[in-house]
């Protein structure tokens, strides 16, 4: 069984800076891809961005390209999301998950999922 636990949320200003971690327990996560995942209300989830497990693959979403950056520690059995230049339309709950894939988009690929973390952006 794998537990993910996303933290780093909270309320920043436009133009701002934020970094997410998601802290897997149970077993490690060097062996997955793992994706980052939002969802504001009202709307469905989104993918932000995937690595896959030595960290030599990456994807962004094309509205989060050049601002934000996923890598990933595999010692310490974390994946973080470094946003950038934040903007009040990247305001929503962001989940981590664990992809049985590698990296794909597809909400469907990831089984298991963090509780989530509140990003807030104000202008």
């Known amino acids: 069984q794998v537990q993910l636990v996303e933290s780093g949320g909270g309320l920043v200003q436009a133009g701002g800076s934020l970094r997410l971690s998601c802290a897997a327990s149970?077993?490690?996560?060097?062996?997955?891809?793992m994706g980052w995942f939002r969802q504001a209300p009202g709307k469905e989830r989104e993918v932000v961005a995937a690595?896959?497990?030595?960290?030599?693959?990456?994807y962004y979403a094309d509205s989060v390209k050049g601002r934000f950056t996923i890598s990933r520690d595999n010692a310490k059995n974390t994946v973080f999301l470094q946003m950038n230049s934040l903007k009040p339309e990247d305001t929503a709950v962001y989940y981590c998950?664990?992809?049985?894939?590698?990296?794909?988009?597809?909400?469907?690929?990831?089984?298991?999922w963090g509780q989530g973390t509140q990003v807030t952006v104000s202008s």
């Open positions: 998950a664990r992809s049985r894939e590698g990296v794909t988009t597809t909400l469907r690929g990831y089984d298991y």
């Open positions: 149970g077993r490690t996560l060097s062996s997955y891809a």
């Open positions: 690595i896959n497990w030595s960290g030599g693959i990456t």
